[in-house]
């Protein structure tokens, strides 16, 4: 386990956990309790719990009996195209992959499923649903280890490939920088899709460089210009317009979201996010 691996997963499992095990409060809440059954009121039973509707028709009260929590299924999807290998502070991927630890061990400490994949123009790391800590672990390292360089964030591919595999309602995290033409329509109708959008600062407000020599980390094609104001103004107005549709897209389909900077610290955010 190199530096970054060792430094990521101490720092977000010491947030999660806190300095006493267990004393910080988790970012994922239980779905309740699962109803099971109704039965008549006897003495002792919580009133809270009585049906008010069954008890008006049959004309004496019944409460409604619940199962215990049910168990939650957490699959974190880290979208590691060219476009993450970018950063002034730090790159997108490593956040992602300090994002990807917070939501392991949020969801560990929950006593719920961790699942984990990795995509980018196809699918490249899956795993199985865990309950363990090393598999936070492994996934960390997957998304440090793992090089974007000149591979495309090919989202209709993700779309289809989640909407095949995921059989079971779960809460899914897709982690990416977000830019592209992407709609998680289809899969915000049977999970409850989290989006969470990795960016740079400087890439939302960058200063004019002059003339330089670029390169396109998903295609490896150069492109060699002057950037002035002018192209600066149609970059931004370009970047706004993408998440502006983004944004109406993810209030129409119940898609939470938040987007988080490789200067900012995650685990408050999602924790603010999530309430």
């Not at 956990?17 to 039973?45: C, K, P, T, W």
Request: no cysteine; glycine share 6%.
């Amino acid at each position: 386990m190199n530096k970054t691996i060792k430094k990521i997963v101490l720092k977000t499992k010491k947030q999660v956990y806190g300095d006493m095990l267990g004393n910080n409060a988790s970012i994922f809440q239980g779905e309740g309790f699962e109803f099971a059954e109704l039965r008549e009121y006897v003495y002792g039973d919580d009133i809270r719990k009585i049906d008010w509707n069954t008890t008006a028709k049959l004309g004496k009260p019944f409460v409604k009996i619940y199962k215990e929590e049910r168990e939650l299924n957490v699959t974190v999807v880290a979208m590691l195209g060219g476009s993450t290998y970018f950063g002034t502070v730090k790159q997108k991927s490593e956040l992602i992959a300090e994002i990807t630890g917070v939501l392991g061990f949020s969801a560990i400490k929950n006593s719920d499923l961790f699942t984990y994949m990795l995509f980018a123009d196809k699918l490249y790391e899956i795993s199985k649903p865990s309950k363990k800590l090393f598999s936070v672990h492994k996934a960390v390292e997957d998304t440090v280890n793992f090089s974007p360089i000149g591979k495309e964030s090919d989202f209709k591919a993700l779309v289809e490939m989640l909407h095949n595999r995921l059989k079971k309602k779960t809460i899914l995290f897709v982690l990416s920088d977000f830019i592209g033409d992407i709609d998680l329509k289809l899969l915000s109708k049977k999970h409850d899709v989290f989006a969470v959008m990795v960016r740079d600062k400087f890439e939302e407000n960058p200063s004019e460089l002059g003339h330089l020599r670029l390169i396109d980390m998903e295609s490896r094609k150069s492109f060699e210009g002057n950037i002035d104001s002018a192209t600066l103004k149609n970059y931004k107005k370009a970047l706004h317009d993408n998440d502006e549709k983004l944004y109406k897209q993810f209030k129409k389909h119940g898609i939470r979201f938040t987007k988080i900077y490789t200067d900012e610290e995650p685990y408050m955010k999602l924790m603010k996010s999530m309430r």
